[in-house]
């Protein structure tokens, strides 16, 4: 396979996704079709600041989400690869996260807060979101606790993680307190690397 300049993928070696990997995760009193949809490769995820949590018994915030099943993991060095695209209007939404930790929920935590997108409050790591297709890289080194975040193929973020024994990785739209009323985002050619030795 080519590699590309600057490939994060750089000895990493793809693991097999088909859709049996994807668990979306939705409001459980709303049928799918209405907050996800796939067509020509696109996932695209919504949810309303109003709507349920995933689970009856669940406390936590609105979400549509893809939770990548089948690569839970505890160490070694692995990647989430994903374009995405998020429209105008979508604010105070995680779009994607490494799940596990010791002392909180998260790894990390990409959010969207008009217009910009952040790891978790700071820093920024793209000014402004909207509208376009963006690139993300994102690199955990569980046994070194390090994190590192590229968009389109730019170091955006390289620093510490939060620790924990298991992890996976979500993309899609989790409302955050201060949440837009329609939160949306869109993925294409998802990926998960583990780092070859």
Same mark, same amino acid.
Request: hydrophobic content about 30%; charged content about 35%.
């Given at each position: 396979m080519a590699h590309?300049? @600057? *490939?994060?993928t750089l000895g990493f070696a793809a693991q097999p996704l088909t859709h049996a990997n994807f668990d979306i995760q939705k409001p459980y009193n709303v049928p799918? !079709?209405?907050r996800y949809s796939f067509s020509n490769g696109i996932h695209k995820l919504?949810?309303?600041k109003t709507d349920k949590p995933h689970s009856k018994n669940s406390k936590t915030n609105p979400r549509t989400e893809i939770r990548i099943q089948?690569?839970?993991?505890s160490s070694g060095v692995w990647q989430f690869e994903a374009y995405g695209y998020i429209p105008n209007g979508t604010s105070g939404a995680c779009i994607m996260q490494i799940f596990g930790a010791?002392?909180?929920a998260t790894t990390t935590m990409l959010k969207v807060y008009n217009p910009s997108l952040y790891y978790y409050a700071k820093p920024v790591l793209l000014s402004n979101v909207y509208n376009k297709w963006f690139r993300l890289n994102v690199i955990h *080194?569980? !046994?070194? @606790?390090?994190?590192?975040?590229?968009i389109d193929e730019?170091?955006?973020y390289d620093g510490p993680g939060h620790g924990g024994k298991s992890h996976y990785f979500k993309c899609g739209v989790y409302s955050? @307190? *201060?949440g837009s009323f329609h939160m949306e985002s869109h993925w294409k050619d998802i990926k998960i690397f583990k780092l070859t030795k």
């Open positions: 590309r300049p @600057n *490939d994060t799918l !079709e209405q919504w949810v309303l089948g690569y839970d993991y010791k002392s909180q *080194d569980v !046994e070194k @606790n390090k994190v590192k975040v590229y730019v170091l955006k955050m @307190n *201060d």
